[in-house]
């Protein structure tokens, strides 16, 4: 998100007139840090750079005499993201350390408010939307030449975790027009664009209710996973994210779609079943369990028990059989006991994850657990617990990887193989397994009577025959387009039926 935020801003100021992006922040006369407040380290990582980046305003004439800046005027600093929401007053007053503070919803005000600091002033601007999408703005894309983007589908989260700042830093819950949504992603396509990944604080509970409006009952039409519920009530229903995605994998067959972040609540049978039809939308689903313990669930105001994520589980592999799945797991959150602990660690080896984000719990404020509860779990023993996790978690993943030996993979080229530049190249498959190979020339599928090296955003055809934990290895077979690889999969699947 903060990715794609940047380009959005990047736009913004370049509308404004501000050309040119320096590539080191000595010779910047604007430097942006775009924040997190998830989580307490990430906030810490902010102060240190802020305090280098106040080290370059104060040394500036110095560091353009000895040659270290090129920039014409001192720099300002401009705090955007979460943590400016958060921590408005704090970062302000922090010793001219910082100029200007923008919330998410404020990147539009941006230019006035570097103008003011030209008049000595503060410049500060961190009101909450309703309704800002940025819809409008055709981000400025950092990496040019990249095969892959972001494009942000909603913004904002309704649901309220007790232990999660995201709605009190990124506000409520607000979606783009498909219409939108399908032109800029019509740009990437031109400009080679090859994956897109669709973004949100809670992507699948997209909801386009700019043209078509219904007043939905309580419980009715809108409907949520099995055994899950939800404290936010959704009052019109428009287009859910099963017609988003429906929409664009079909106008564009041979791009890749991915969606993060989910909840677990919003995949109705008829996003899943899409999911299986649809060879390019990715077979990867991200399923943030948090805890494999009920009470703690009950406590992390989830609204779904152990039983019912692992009903969900089921289901989605009894609809996608090759599906993958990733997670998000928090250690030591309050009153979390040795036992409700061990049920996390069950929990990873019963589902068995191809990929998992994993941190120890730390205390937000404004949050529901901050008002009610006590961050009770020692730090040694979240670390402990946090360790026992990641090798919980290595255990089954391993398992994951190794599954796919001796499998074909299509994977989409980004680029070379970093420890080895000059020979191989690297790519991800459909399940977002990072997958390298050989760089050698093979034969183009669209082109019998050729063989060539395969490039970036190029798919080829990968013949997986050794893995890690965290990456396969494979002999590239062929250069093949998205439709075709999979057209042809679905003919032997028929031939073999057969």
Same mark, same amino acid.
């Given at each position: 998100?903060?990715?794609?935020?940047?380009?959005?801003?990047?736009?913004?100021?370049?509308?404004?007139?501000?050309?040119?992006?320096?590539?080191?922040?000595?010779?910047?006369?604007?430097?942006?840090?775009?924040?997190?407040?998830?989580?307490?380290?990430?906030?810490?990582?902010?102060?240190?750079?802020?305090?280098?980046?106040?080290?370059?305003?104060?040394?500036?004439?110095?560091?353009?005499?000895?040659?270290?800046?090129?920039?014409?005027?001192?720099?300002?600093?401009?705090?955007?993201?979460?943590?400016?929401?958060?921590?408005?007053?704090?970062?302000?007053?922090?010793?001219?350390?910082?100029?200007?503070?923008?919330?998410?919803?404020?990147?539009?005000?941006?230019?006035?408010?570097?103008?003011?600091?030209?008049?000595?002033?503060?410049?500060?601007?961190?009101?909450?939307?309703?309704?800002?999408?940025?819809?409008?703005?055709?981000?400025?894309?950092?990496?040019?030449?990249?095969?892959?983007?972001?494009?942000?589908?909603?913004?904002?989260?309704?649901?309220?975790?007790?232990?999660?700042?995201?709605?009190?830093?990124?506000?409520?819950?607000?979606?783009?027009?498909?219409?939108?949504?399908?032109?800029?992603?019509?740009?990437?396509?031109?400009?080679?664009?090859?994956?897109?990944?669709?973004?949100?604080?809670?992507?699948?509970?997209?909801?386009?209710?700019?043209?078509?409006?219904?007043?939905?009952?309580?419980?009715?039409?809108?409907?949520?996973?099995?055994?899950?519920?939800?404290?936010?009530?959704?009052?019109?229903?428009?287009?859910?994210?099963?017609?988003?995605?429906?929409?664009?994998?079909?106008?564009?067959?041979?791009?890749?779609?991915?969606?993060?972040?989910?909840?677990?609540?919003?995949?109705?049978?008829?996003?899943?079943?899409?999911?299986?039809?649809?060879?390019?939308?990715?077979?990867?689903?991200?399923?943030?369990?948090?805890?494999?313990?009920?009470?703690?669930?009950?406590?992390?105001?989830?609204?779904?028990?152990?039983?019912?994520?692992?009903?969900?589980?089921?289901?989605?592999?009894?609809?996608?059989?090759?599906?993958?799945?990733?997670?998000?797991?928090?250690?030591?959150?309050?009153?979390?006991?040795?036992?409700?602990?061990?049920?996390?660690?069950?929990?990873?080896?019963?589902?068995?994850?191809?990929?998992?984000?994993?941190?120890?719990?730390?205390?937000?404020?404004?949050?529901?657990?901050?008002?009610?509860?006590?961050?009770?779990?020692?730090?040694?023993?979240?670390?402990?617990?946090?360790?026992?996790?990641?090798?919980?978690?290595?255990?089954?993943?391993?398992?994951?990887?190794?599954?796919?030996?001796?499998?074909?993979?299509?994977?989409?080229?980004?680029?070379? &193989?970093?420890?080895?530049?000059?020979?191989?190249?690297?790519?991800?498959?459909?399940?977002?397994?990072?997958?390298?190979?050989? &760089?050698?020339?093979?034969?183009?599928?669209?082109?019998?009577?050729?063989?060539?090296?395969?490039?970036?955003?190029?798919?080829?055809?990968?013949?997986?025959?050794?893995?890690?934990?965290?990456?396969?290895?494979?002999?590239?077979?062929?250069?093949?387009?998205?439709?075709?690889?999979?057209?042809?999969?679905?003919?032997?699947?028929?031939?073999?039926?057969?």
């Amino acid at each position: 998100m903060n990715v794609n935020d940047m380009e959005i801003v990047l736009s913004i100021m370049k509308n404004a007139g501000y050309g040119e992006i320096v590539s080191v922040p000595e010779s910047a006369e604007i430097i942006f840090i775009n924040t997190c407040a998830i989580r307490d380290n990430a906030e810490q990582k902010v102060w240190q750079r802020l305090n280098y980046f106040w080290f370059l305003k104060r040394h500036w004439k110095n560091n353009v005499a000895t040659g270290r800046s090129q920039s014409l005027h001192p720099p300002k600093v401009v705090v955007l993201g979460c943590m400016a929401e958060r921590l408005k007053e704090k970062i302000l007053d922090s010793d001219k350390m910082v100029d200007v503070v923008c919330g998410p919803d404020a990147y539009r005000d941006l230019p006035r408010l570097l103008e003011e600091v030209d008049y000595g002033q503060k410049g500060i601007n961190t009101l909450l939307s309703l309704e800002e999408t940025y819809a409008d703005i055709n981000p400025v894309r950092i990496s040019k030449n990249s095969v892959t983007a972001f494009v942000s589908v909603m913004r904002g989260c309704n649901n309220m975790c007790s232990f999660c700042i995201v709605p009190f830093t990124r506000g409520r819950e607000r979606s783009r027009p498909v219409e939108s949504i399908v032109r800029e992603v019509a740009e990437l396509w031109k400009e080679g664009v090859k994956e897109v990944t669709l973004l949100g604080q809670n992507v699948n509970s997209y909801n386009d209710a700019s043209e078509i409006e219904r007043k939905v009952e309580s419980g009715s039409n809108w409907k949520l996973s099995e055994g899950f519920s939800s404290m936010a009530k959704v009052k019109n229903m428009g287009l859910r994210f099963s017609d988003l995605l429906d929409r664009l994998s079909s106008e564009f067959p041979e791009m890749r779609f991915r969606f993060t972040s989910p909840h677990p609540k919003d995949f109705p049978d008829e996003l899943l079943y899409l999911m299986r039809e649809r060879h390019n939308i990715c077979k990867l689903i991200h399923l943030p369990a948090q805890t494999g313990s009920s009470p703690v669930l009950e406590r992390m105001r989830r609204g779904y028990t152990r039983e019912a994520y692992l009903d969900l589980v089921q289901k989605i592999r009894s609809i996608i059989p090759d599906v993958a799945l990733s997670s998000d797991f928090i250690c030591g959150f309050c009153g979390e006991t040795e036992e409700e602990h061990s049920e996390t660690l069950t929990l990873v080896k019963a589902v068995g994850y191809d990929m998992a984000f994993m941190f120890a719990y730390s205390m937000r404020e404004k949050t529901h657990a901050h008002r009610n509860y006590v961050d009770d779990v020692p730090e040694e023993i979240k670390q402990r617990r946090l360790a026992e996790l990641i090798e919980t978690f290595r255990g089954s993943t391993g398992q994951c990887f190794d599954s796919q030996i001796g499998t074909t993979q299509l994977v989409l080229v980004e680029g070379p &193989n970093k420890r080895a530049p000059d020979t191989e190249l690297m790519g991800k498959s459909d399940k977002g397994h990072r997958v390298l190979f050989v &760089n050698m020339p093979i034969p183009d599928r669209e082109d019998i009577n050729t063989k060539r090296n395969p490039v970036v955003g190029d798919y080829v055809e990968v013949r997986i025959t050794r893995s890690t934990r965290a990456s396969l290895f494979g002999e590239a077979l062929a250069i093949t387009k998205l439709t075709s690889f999979y057209n042809n999969l679905d003919k032997e699947a028929v031939a073999f039926s057969m």
